[in-house]
Structures are given as C-alpha cells and as structure tokens.
C-alpha cells in the first residue's frame, strides 16, 4: 500500500480532515438509529400487526438510539400496542 503523504504535493498536509471524521462519525450515528427504529416498528408489526402511521413516523423520528433501544425492549415485553405507546409515551 502506497503511503498518501508520499504522493501529496510537497507542503501539503495529507493528514484526515477532522470535519469530515466528524462527517462520518454523524452519518454512523443516524444509521445506527434508522437501524433500531426500523427493528422497533419490525417487532411492532411482528406482534400487533402495522402500527398506526403517525406511531411509526414517531419512532422513525428518534435519534437516541438509547430511546429506540428502550422501545425495542418494551415493543417486545408489552402485552398490546396501547401498552408500547403508554409506556414509551408515544
């Protein structure tokens, strides 16, 4: 593997931009959340079958992915759907 710095025009600094780790650090974090609200709504539809709209648009919305980890706990421990939207105030 070719070292970059060694290719770069003499001066320049070859070195990562820190925004664009920042970038890609972001762009993790919300693939992370769609990953567990789309696993949220799955196990919804699992065992209630399709949630209403504006109840799936809610979770698809979260960004806490320790939210949506909690959701996903109770979308699997709640007896009905009226218990997952009581207890994660949705």
Not at 11 to 35: C, D, F, H, T
């Amino acid at each position: 593997m070719v070292d970059p710095s060694a290719q770069a025009p003499k001066g320049w600094n070859m070195k990562q931009s820190q925004v664009v780790l920042e970038w890609q650090a972001e762009a993790r974090k919300e693939g992370e959340a769609q990953g567990r609200a789309e696993s949220v709504v799955r196990v919804l539809r699992l065992r209630f079958g399709n949630p209403p709209s504006e109840l799936e648009t809610a979770i698809r919305a979260e960004s806490s992915t320790a939210a949506l980890d909690r959701w996903l706990e109770l979308a699997v421990t709640s007896g009905s759907l009226g218990d997952f939207r009581a207890a994660a105030q949705l």
